[in-house]
DNA sequence: TCCATTATTAACCATTTGGTTAAATTTGAT
DNA sequence: ATCAAATTTAACCAAATGGTTAATAATGGA
């Protein structure tokens, strides 16, 4: 059972978590089913109860795992004092890579965000956010050496997050539209870990 | 009742299409339920299966309809002898202003299919796609003309969606990480109508 | 070894939900 | 005005689903 600080994973616990997460990124909270999970855990649904309390629990506890293993891909750009241009080709390299091992999860948190706002925004004030300011400072000061342009961090930030998750999150209808297959689409996220650092910092330098 | 065609639409069906375009858009095909979609139309809810057979059925309706408001907008792209440059702008401008009225409809496409790619495929497969060959001929002119360099189009298509789509798919965790508020939001997408197109001519053309 | 706590199971339950049906009402062509 | 077809309603149904419970088994400290 879980301890007051929830840190103690018994072995049950994890296989349920395990199949739970399998369940809920393939579905979402909606269409899952608790006994699917249960199934796919090998265990009695009781236990998914007896350890989770009810499904939107369980859900929450994949859900914030999920963030966990997502959020801190951003630090690569947040809290790194590595050189801007660097970062950028970092990030977009472990992010593409990421996603390409997890297809699931950025668009499970999107997903489930958009169809309970109310959730996400209470989800979110309680977490602790990946902080844009020391990376909002970096680049004020690059602009100011005259290395980079003057750019709005917010918009940097979108634009890099746009570039690289975009294609994952629309995997579905951009394959659709653009008839790839799946090794065409792999070859193009390969390919875009150049491509997209290149289009970022070639925007924002000053030539 | 729909004829043949399925194209005479009565008072009834419209009103039912309606509310569930309301029901599925904000909640998805697995949340979604018919009572609701009833109660959103005053409407008895064996009406919703005597006009359109199955839940299924009636989610098929309003996905299609929701592709096929979406899927022109690519048209300003892929079928337009405008010069490459203002198509770009024209383009991204139409998409924000469609997207910021029309807010849950491409999350509501992109979700469905990541849920059941299954359904998406065989969909995509008998709906006539927009066809981006005129474009990709367009781009390869240009670039021998030396106006643009050499690039695949389709990374192009996806760098343009990417920048234009995400921030209104991924709004929720956006506003969450950048801690925005809807006005903040409105201006920072309004922002982009010349962002991005500046961006992306900044990336392609020959200086 | 004993026993209290924890873990696990199978059977069960109440509610929700998509869907049906039979009767009633409306519509419109003749 | 008549009547057959189309439309609408209220009541109903079976299956699915999240959740509970009571009994059983395993665990581990005294």
Known sequence: MVNALEMIHTETEKSILKAAKLVFYKKGLAAARMQEIADEANINKAMLHYYF???????????????????????????SDKPIFEKIRDFVDSYITFVTDNPYLP???????????????????????????????????????????????????????????????????????????????KALMEERKKLIPEMIINTIKVQ
């Open 53 to 79: 309390r009810s499904k939107q629990k369980l859900f929450e506890a994949v859900f914030i795992q999920a963030f966990r293993e997502l959020a801190p891909l951003l630090n690569t750009i947040f809290n």
């Open 107 to 185: 668009t499970f948190i999107i997903q489930e965000v958009n169809i309970n706002p109310h959730f996400g925004k209470t989800f979110f004030a309680n977490q602790v956010m990946p902080d844009p300011s020391l990376f909002q400072k970096q680049l004020a000061e690059a602009a100011e050496q005259g290395i980079i342009r003057p750019i709005d961090p917010r918009q940097f930030v979108l634009n890099l997050i746009s570039l690289t998750a975009f294609p994952f999150i629309g995997k579905g209808l951009v394959t659709g539209i653009l008839e790839l297959d799946e090794t065409a689409f």
